[in-house]
């Protein structure tokens, strides 16, 4: 149309910045934009345009920055992950509709944001899952109980990109040395959070049921764990059930039905400051719960029908809530991404299943510690509400050595250490792209010469039977070597077709060993 001609003057009388009032200014922008809705049946504004009204008339500053030669961009975003400890996939109500918990908290974040329902940790338990999250490396290629001084690690690259890093809760990834004498700590702990780039740690150096007992600031603990404590049922056969922890030493203060209130408190703290500074947050917020001893408080005792377990998963949901409001009573919840996910699969045995008719991981076979994928495949939820648009499911497989990449992606970083990660960006999907395929491969749960494999909707599994915690009541001489599932017809492994196509197996085989070769993040193994 003819009228397409105004626009440029229209730009260029906006651009002479000192020869009109922010009133004209504002009068030429809204008549700019009814134009573009007249033209185009929608509000789009011309390139620029919108962005030069808002900085002249003040409202530019929490939106966009100056680069230095008159550009302005967008204010990178806020990241806040949240990693639980062995929450099921079919623990949050939004991923399994048949879930007996409530997970308001969890069901707003899918509600508001983007489900992955094929995402997976590199391994299904807590310390090797850590590494691959923490570095971008398959738990494989190292000794992923402990991250060297020269690998990358997710707050490094956030780091070198402009942002305070903090972490809240659950390392599990190794120190220098951190036993003091007789079990207790060492006053000065490193080679931990803090010195593999965060800005500051309030937290646990491992698990809530494994001394000593503390709680740890940067590289020293808040109160030295001096006193015996007796443990409680540890080795009876329900190690995992109504609170259980190993004997060993103690701080005098540490309480473990409080650990989770005053975590969620740490992050909250840490939100409210860090929302007053100028630069952008990476907060890594690792709930060390509903893993156990599942000790949740007298509010969520009796909160569940399916006892101790769901009330204290239903506690961690409640915490997941508080911090997501914090974020909205600091208005920075539109460009803060946040991200849910759990470490890996639950502890939920098949008796567990029948007595409280609750599957905690859906549909799936196994728990934690299997090669099924009740073991690794997660709950994983993105929201973002300036990029992510709501409602959204995406099928793509991911894994969470893929956190490196998008991340990279996101903060503007080059990322050259690519070559060295097994990481993929899976970015194009928050953008809107559900289509988007992140990865064709991925290898899980490697433990000595066993592993789980995937190749697009096939699984291969070089072990007879779970590999982990789940009772199998199979016979191993009456078995095939090892287990071939296609996930598009049988996703609860029901039904191996190791001995039925040889030929798949062995092609997958050759993709593994190629895989395990492939050093340099080569992109283009199908």
């Known amino acids: 149309m003819k009228e397409t001609r105004f626009i440029p003057l229209i730009i260029a009388l906006f651009r002479s910045v000192n020869k009109y009032t922010r009133k004209l200014k504002f009068s030429l922008f809204f008549f700019a934009s009814a134009l573009t809705q007249h033209l185009q049946g929608e509000l789009v504004v011309a390139e620029g345009l919108a962005v030069e009204y808002l900085a002249a008339s003040g409202q530019c500053s929490n939106l966009c920055r100056s680069d230095g030669d008159g550009r302005a961009e967008k204010k990178k975003p806020n990241i806040l992950l949240i990693l639980v400890d062995d929450m099921g996939y079919g623990d949050p109500k ?3 509709p048949k879930s007996r918990l409530k997970t308001p908290a969890i069901d707003r974040l899918a509600r508001e944001g983007l489900m992955f329902t094929d995402a997976h940790a590199p391994h299904s338990t807590c310390i090797a899952s850590r590494y691959g999250l923490l570095t971008g490396r ?3 290629r190292d000794n992923h109980r402990f991250i060297k001084p020269e690998k990358i690690t997710l707050p490094k690259l956030f780091k070198r990109n402009g942002y305070n890093t903090g972490m809240i809760g659950k390392w599990h990834v190794g120190f220098d040395n951190f036993k003091g004498k007789d079990g207790t700590a060492k006053q000065t702990m490193t080679g931990g959070p803090f010195d593999r780039g965060f800005d500051e740690f309030f937290g646990l150096w491992g ?8 709680y740890m600031k940067n590289r020293t603990p808040v109160e030295m764990p001096t006193e015996d404590g007796k443990g409680k049922h ?3 056969k329900d190690r995992f059930y109504n609170g259980n922890w190993l004997p060993g030493k103690i701080a005098s203060h540490f309480k473990h039905v409080e650990v989770t209130p005053r975590l969620t408190t740490e992050a909250i703290k840490y939100i409210d ?3 007053k500074k100028e630069k952008p947050f990476f907060l890594y917020f690792a709930l060390p719960s509903p893993h156990g001893p599942w000790v949740p408080t007298e509010e969520f005792k009796d909160s569940s029908p399916i006892g101790v377990y769901g009330d204290f998963a239903q506690q961690v949901d409640h915490s997941i809530g508080q911090v997501l409001e914090a974020l909205d009573k600091n208005g920075i919840t539109k460009n803060t991404l946040v991200i849910f996910t759990s470490d890996n699969g639950p502890v939920w045995y098949q008796r567990d299943r029948l007595k409280h008719n609750h599957s905690s991981a859906s549909i799936y076979s196994g728990m934690k510690g299997d090669f099924w994928e009740g ?9 973002w509400p300036s990029v992510v648009r709501p409602k959204r499911v995406s099928e793509s497989m991911i894994c969470f050595t893929d956190f490196m990449a998008t991340f990279a992606e996101i903060a503007g970083d080059k990322f050259p250490e690519a070559a060295t990660t097994d990481s993929r960006s899976f970015l194009p999907i928050l953008k809107g792209d559900l289509g988007h395929q992140v990865r064709d491969t991925m290898i899980l749960n490697a433990k000595g010469r066993s592993v789980a494999y995937r190749h697009r909707n096939w699984k291969l599994i070089t ?6 915690f789940t009772h199998w009541d199979g016979k191993p001489s009456e078995e095939p070597f090892g287990q071939l599932y296609n996930l598009a017809k049988d996703p609860s492994e029901k039904n191996n077709l190791w001995s039925k196509v040889p030929d798949k197996v062995k092609a997958m085989s050759s993709l593994l060993a190629k ?3 492939n050093k340099k993040n080569d992109k283009s193994l199908k």
């Open 375 to 383: 073991g690794h495949r997660v709950p994983f939820v993105v929201r």
């Open 138 to 140: 398959y738990p494989l």
């Open 273 to 275: 400051k860090s929302a």
């Open 207 to 214: 698990s809530l049921d494994q001394p000593p007992y503390f």
């Open 515 to 517: 895989e395990k070769a």
């Open 463 to 468: 072990a007879k039977g779970p590999g982990g």
């Open 234 to 236: 540890y080795f009876s």
């Open 94 to 96: 939004c991923f399994n």
